[in-house]
């Protein structure tokens, strides 16, 4: 699979055709990895972007002004308008393994990794068990798995996270799916983390409508 299958199958339409490209899709009115609708979302490149939208509004959407607009045109006016990085990879940093897939719901999984269902990555201490950092995997289609990293903050700084989301790509690469990672333009830590386990800045960007 590739990054291409993944957009077009998740916006609808890849690669973009124009410097904004604003297309329908059914997946905005459907509930996504998490079970809440997603209704404006998209990608861009320094070539042009792609916003996938739900059918019936891509009209209006096109001829908006400003994409602080976009959350009230598709009936989500409670929403915000978000801007992030967007990385992808096919080779991870050969970086040592730092933790263990359980199921989200083990015995000891921190509560923020019980959405992602599924299997989650943990790293504890191995002497005194306590949870270190995890990684969750948005699993948005069968092409593009998102992943999700927090650790610890008195762990923080140690070259963790790093392992551990280099480690989850190779697991979504050895499922046939393609490991995405996204973060804040000012998240300088998360970007850091994003870069040393292989995810490099493409000056990709996403962007959309603001979760609840």
């Given at each position: 699979m590739s990054i291409t299958d993944h957009l077009r199958h998740w916006l609808g339409a890849w690669p973009p055709q124009e410097k904004l490209q604003v297309t329908g899709s059914d997946r905005r009115t459907e509930p996504g990895w998490d079970g809440r609708v997603h209704p404006a979302l998209g990608v861009g490149t320094p070539d042009g972007a792609v916003l996938s939208v739900p059918p019936e509004h891509v009209a209006r959407v096109a001829a908006a002004t400003s994409p602080r607009q976009v959350p009230a045109l598709v009936g989500y006016a409670e929403r915000g308008w978000?801007?992030?990085?967007?990385?992808?990879?096919?080779?991870?940093?050969?970086?040592?393994?730092?933790g263990q897939w359980?199921?989200?719901?083990?015995?000891?999984?921190?509560?923020?990794?019980?959405?992602?269902?599924?299997?989650?990555?943990?790293?504890?201490?191995?002497?005194?068990?306590?949870?270190?950092?995890?990684?969750?995997?948005?699993?948005?289609?069968?092409?593009?798995?998102?992943?999700?990293?927090?650790?610890?903050?008195?762990?923080?700084?140690?070259?963790?996270?790093?392992?551990?989301?280099?480690?989850?790509?190779?697991?979504?690469?050895?499922?046939?799916?393609?490991?995405?990672?996204?973060?804040?333009?000012?998240?300088?830590?998360?970007?850091?983390?994003?870069?040393a386990a292989g995810f490099p800045d493409r000056s990709w960007t996403a962007f959309g409508v603001a979760e609840s």
């Open positions: 978000f801007e992030g990085v967007f990385r992808w990879t096919t080779s991870p940093a050969p970086l040592e393994d730092a359980v199921p989200a719901t083990a015995p000891g999984v921190p509560e923020w990794l019980w959405p992602f269902g599924g299997e989650v990555l943990v790293a504890v201490d191995q002497e005194t068990g306590e949870h270190l950092a995890g990684v969750g995997i948005k699993r948005h289609d069968p092409y593009g798995h998102e992943l999700a990293v927090v650790t610890e903050r008195g762990v923080r700084g140690r070259g963790l996270a790093r392992r551990l989301v280099a480690q989850a790509a190779r697991r979504v690469l050895d499922g046939g799916a393609v490991p995405t990672y996204m973060h804040a333009v000012t998240n300088t830590a998360s970007a850091a983390v994003a870069q």
